[in-house]
């Protein structure tokens, strides 16, 4: 028997927007084929599509994709000093769930201001992969 853990809240997944989940359920369903042994699905992570480094006051961009919803927005030496109104510490500026509000308050030189985006879906793979 195969088992396909489902690494969020709640007891049923199915139908509830995770594809990974559905994915699974449907290709069981429909083809026969189990999920792979140990297979797990988590809720859809979201993405800012930016990289970034500690910095004395917050968190300083080292990159913004060209596909991150803040391209045109940030800047490379921008600096984020909070998220959704508290200090930015470590790497969770960057955690997200899939669809997420973020606000961002940037630092740039002397200048500041908030951006607001949503993040974007991280690319999924099939539980059979």
Known sequence: ASLLRYLGDGHTAFARGNECVDSAVVHYLLGGSPPRDG????????????????????????????????????????????????????????????????????????????VTTKSQRRPWHHPAD
């Open 39 to 114: 297979a797990a699905c988590a809720p859809a992570s979201g993405t800012l599509g930016i990289r970034v480094s500690p910095a004395p006051t917050g968190l300083e961009i080292q990159e913004v994709a060209p596909s991150s919803p803040l391209a045109g927005r940030i800047q490379i030496g921008h600096v984020i000093t909070k998220r959704n109104g508290k200090s930015t510490t470590g790497d969770t500026v960057l955690q997200s769930v899939a669809g997420e509000r973020v606000e961002l308050t940037i630092q740039a030189g002397t200048e500041t201001f908030i």
